[in-house]
């Protein structure tokens, strides 16, 4: 069948958005107009999500929305929702192509081969995929920040998680392709590198001699690229060899996103964790030794199965005593065919949104902490884009989002800037320093 517009919609994670991207590029590479979601095409990708229900119920209305766009286009379910539901997927009205979280990479040919009756389902046993698919981003408007995909899948098995059985096991990206890849975009402009994957710290477990540190001494010599951030680590990966490294190179940004879902050493057990409050604490200290103005954020899950209101109440005063730059909190949601989808008990979902607001309350006020001590400093800036209100903002090695007022236009350049005020949570206004 022959195509003119294509759109596609993104639910979830950051990777998610990258697969996406890496797809577009594809259908762009053969001519196709890439066109908006709520715009008529002919084929809608839907790259859909399975992280929570609500991931779930997104991805099943993007579908059903495509297909009221136009009911003769090709629709097409892809992503983590699929590889774990297929036969649910299969049965929302309108699907007609299922691709799950492998054979991305043949996604124009399979589309292009479909021939328009029933459902075509591509999706295999991701359990068993060994290599990493190449994927890559060849969508150069944004010339700040571009995240770069070092791996894929997840060998934890978190009690609460789908993403080991949406994602298969860990693949890593060949260093070399990683380093290529950043050479390009840095090339194209980009100033700063994201190096993004499903659980980033396991780079090279899979067998490869490399490991994330080398991937980021790698990059760190790429002249054209002037920062470098990564995706959520866990407490495991911060030894002394892992700071020694990271506290050498220049290039990497002051934040990192340390990944705790509960302060309780007996909750933590439950989630299969592999490490306990105290030894993340330690891991947080080595990164406060390393930089004195590192910002932490982290994820917590309230109201875990079991969780009681003592075990919550020593999750809130942990997360003070770390003083995190942001908490992103998140109320537990049951995912079937994860262990803690059958705990006993579940948390009502009044006490789980309670104690979300909780934890909301105290990441505004840790964050609003963080930057007033940050407030007469001077920090260098790149700036990203002019915002609603007219000013230039940008970002902080350590993420704070800062926003000045410039005549000329200073989007994609490192200028430093003397922090005066705080807007608002995670954001500040400053002035230019010449």
Known sequence: MKFRKIAFITIGCKVNYYDTQAMAGLFRDKGYEITDFDDFADVYVINTCTVTSFGDKKSRQAIRRAKRKNPEAVVVAAGCYTQTRPDEVSEIEGVNILIGTNFRSRIVDIVENYNGEGILNCVGDIMKVREFEPLEIDDLKDRTRAYIK??????????????????????????????????????????????????????????????????????????????????SIEPTIVTDEFTDVVSGLDKICH??????????????????????????????????????????????????????????????????????????????????????????????????????????ELSEKSNRRFIQNMIGGVYPILFEKINDNGCYEGHTSNYVNVSVISSENIANNIINVKINKILCEGRAMGEIIL
């Open 255 to 360: 934040h990192m996103h340390l990944s705790l879902q509960s302060g309780c050493d007996r909750i933590l057990r439950l989630m299969n964790r592999r490490y306990t409050a105290g030894e993340y604490y330690n891991a947080l200290t080595k990164i406060l030794e390393m930089w004195n103005d590192a910002a932490i954020s982290t994820d917590i899950i309230a109201g875990f199965p079991g969780e009681s209101e003592e075990d919550f109440e020593e999750t809130m005063k942990f997360a003070e005593k770390c003083g995190f730059f942001k908490i992103h909190a998140f109320p537990f949601s049951p995912k079937r065919g994860t262990p803690a989808a059958d705990m006993k008990p579940q948390t009502e979902s009044r006490v789980k949104q309670e104690r979300v607001a909780r934890l909301m």
């Open 150 to 231: 070092i791996q894929e899948g997840c060998n934890r098995f978190c009690s609460y998680c789908m993403i080991p059985y949406a994602r298969g096991p860990v693949r890593s990206r060949p260093i070399e392709d990683i380093i290529k890849e950043a050479e390009r975009l840095g090339e194209n402009g980009f100033r700063e590198i994201v190096l993004t994957g499903i659980h980033v710290a396991s780079y090279g477990l899979d067998g490869g001699n490399a490991r994330l540190t080398d991937v980021l001494k790698k990059v760190s010599e790429i002249k054209t690229i002037e920062r470098i951030r990564f995706s």
